[in-house]
């Protein structure tokens, strides 16, 4: 079942290594069937060029394995309830790329301080609060998504698909697995380009507001004029 | 028509991903035929590693495309309005490369700090005003060029061939697309020596003017005599 | 003889180089035998594209050459030393990576920062003292072992498969030497985002020890969930 | 004529841009006859990857081209004259690599921190003094070896193979041209630790004395042991 999903999100997690965003077996994108009763997963702990198709994971939105021999990401749970709640989502990337890991353990929103930003964020990027004690025990990677959704309550995903799980690293979304990759890809150099900023000046200003909307908006708008239609 | 001038832009605009300039599709490099009539350029968020000749748009100074099936780059109105005002320009590259960026970011100039900087760059690489709201608003691309030839008022392009732009990034040139893709090279490992010589020491010495004179004629003075004739 | 040992230990040498973890031949990687007689290591200063198994050295746990026509690494003894003493470890490496490197020279252990850190180290790792002048004379790369050991009087190198030599560098060991590359990689990793994080912010906080305790138990304790069977 | 000699230093001339030392044509590698009469170097700006022996230019001590159709690195004057000077070197390297030119560019000497440093320099990195207006309007590239040659007044070129001439770069030597490249590749590894140790702890101690002696002695003492015989 689901052949062109299982193609779409294998290659989607080959392309994290390529793009330099994993090392060892860090990292996994997900992405969910259009009816969205399934999510389509990389296997745990198996290295990124060795991936094919066949390997996925099919688990519906309750975490069982529909179909597949290997079991899911350790993360699953966590793509899981971020499906059930960013409805207007079909992919979620995980990683732990360098500067937004960097961030997110500083526990520090990644300012919005240029134009390569407000291409892909609208605004600064979110840092969830840490989980307690308690949730950590309970239920650590369901309650990993629940953080990040209680950290959306005022925000909305579309215009802000990726968020820093404090001490731990990004998570970024999109309209399937291959577009929460791109975010992802473009996460991290926004991270590296802010950490630089703020070290050639730690008061560098934040993007002009009418700067960030007319980037955001040529590029994700209803009157985009970005790219080809 | 212009067959040559568009492999020679296609190359151009390939050998900025080759060069690691790029990320995704932050970038384009275009060029300017002998009579100063058409430019040819970049088609809008195609991938460099897919690019052909044949998808290169053409276009005239006002705009309109003149030839090709895709939208040109959405920055192409910045390009066509630098070439009206630097006449001795037949290339320009936009990218937003990362140590380049971070100055950008800052709002600080690049000073120059050593002959790397002093073989290309002619002084310190200066940096625009940001764009008022009315003027991102009216005419953003077009703006954008007018603050690069504000800031040029007492700079000769021919001997400063870069620019940032204030909270955006890196504009170079030269006498065509690839010298002004060279020049993005340059500008990035300048911008990243500049970066690293603060760190190390947040009042290095900007190079003596007897140096940065001498580093600066023997490549590009009358009596040259570096590289081959 | 050993001969399936020579390839798992030539191929672990390899895969240094593979890893960025080495320049020039700064770096080593070993494995013992399953009765702990003979330790397998890589020849002194061989170029590691050059490595064939043939060229691995065997030398008993006196560091007498048993078998190959090379001189086995200068840091044969310190190695050896290691094995007497961990005798649950199966693997060791040894590698100037540049981050690692760094937090070994400022003679500051890496702080656990994050939950990448978490997946690999069960705290933060450590740093030796530095060698005494008589230490250094008489016995150099065996008294670099007894620093080592020294060190872990309190602690368990099963929770903890990495050391930093106070100005010099990472040691890294495992169940086989595959296992101690891995921890060489991901200590590196570990360094370069816990330098960064804390350029971010000087005083970002240790991760929650619940946190931590939940990301190594889930990879590493009895009841472990990440990866396959 | 020395047609060996022309192979092997191309050769080094290609591993600059292998090592990733170089960027665009900054940079340039030469070695001496036997009979210390003839150079030979790479010609000034001509790509790394399109060099072949035959590119070579042969002068003689005075800078006279005995053979060669292209014109000979700028840089040529400074080579000559540190082999007039320095009797035992047999190759010199000349390149732009970040690190050690940041070094350059602050003005600073590198600073012995680790063994990785003791493996190949016996002790701080030394760094010229600037060059007067009369210097380099006068004869700029053999100053260039004079300041050079001034500094090493007190130091064996032997001990220390490599020097950082203020706001420019590093030059680094060796027994032949691959010895130079050798010398610049760790050098810029060096550089790049002690860039990193000083931001981790602006105050990180040099290495000790004692162990900074035994490294160099076990890789260059009478008794080394380190390598192959």
Same mark, same amino acid.
């Given at each position: 079942?689901?052949a062109?999903l299982k193609?779409?999100?294998?290659?989607?997690n080959r392309?994290l290594?390529?793009? !330099?965003?994993?090392?060892l077996?860090? !990292? $996994?994108s997900?992405g969910i069937?259009?009816?969205?009763?399934?999510?389509?997963? *990389?296997?745990? !702990?198996?290295?990124y060029?060795k991936l =094919?198709?066949?390997?996925?994971?099919?688990?519906?939105l309750?975490?069982?394995?529909?179909e597949g021999?290997? %079991?899911?990401?350790t993360?699953?749970?966590?793509?899981l309830?971020?499906?059930?709640?960013?409805?207007?989502?079909? !992919?979620?990337?995980?990683?732990?790329? %360098?500067?937004?890991?960097?961030?997110a353990q500083a526990?520090r929103?990644?300012?919005?301080?240029g134009?390569?930003?407000?291409?892909?964020?609208n605004g600064?990027?979110?840092v969830?609060r840490?989980l307690s004690?308690?949730e950590?025990e309970?239920?650590?990677?369901?309650?990993t #998504? %629940?953080v990040?959704?209680?950290r959306?309550?005022?925000?909305?995903p579309?215009?802000m698909p990726a +968020?820093?799980?404090a001490?731990?690293?990004p998570?970024?979304?999109? %309209?399937d #697995?291959?577009?929460s990759? =791109?975010?992802? +890809?473009a996460?991290?150099? +926004?991270a590296?380009?802010?950490f630089?900023t703020?070290?050639?000046?730690? $008061?560098?200003p934040d993007?002009e507001?009418h +700067?960030?909307? *007319?980037h955001h =908006?040529r *590029?994700?708008g209803k009157? #985009?004029?970005?790219?080809?239609?």
């Open positions: 079942m689901l062109e193609q779409h999100v294998c290659r989607a392309a290594a390529e793009h !330099g965003l994993v090392t077996t860090f !990292g $996994n997900s069937d259009a009816e969205r009763r399934h999510v389509v997963i *990389k296997p745990s !702990g198996v290295p060029d =094919e198709p066949d390997h996925m994971v099919v688990v519906d309750e975490g069982s394995v529909i021999d290997l %079991r899911p990401s993360d699953t749970p966590t793509h309830l971020l499906y059930q709640h960013f409805e207007h989502v079909g !992919g979620i990337t995980h990683v732990h790329s %360098r500067f937004a890991t960097m961030f526990r929103e990644i300012p919005c301080l134009t390569t930003h407000a291409d892909h964020f600064p990027v979110p969830t840490s004690q308690v950590v309970q239920a650590y990677e369901a309650n #998504a %629940r990040i959704v209680e959306f309550a005022q925000l909305d579309s215009e +968020v820093l799980v001490g731990h690293g998570f970024t979304w999109g %309209r #697995a291959a577009a990759v =791109e975010n992802a +890809v996460l991290e150099v +926004v590296e380009m802010a630089g703020r070290v050639i000046d730690a $008061n560098a993007l507001q +700067v960030l909307n *007319k =908006e *590029k994700h009157d #985009a004029y970005y790219g080809q239609d």
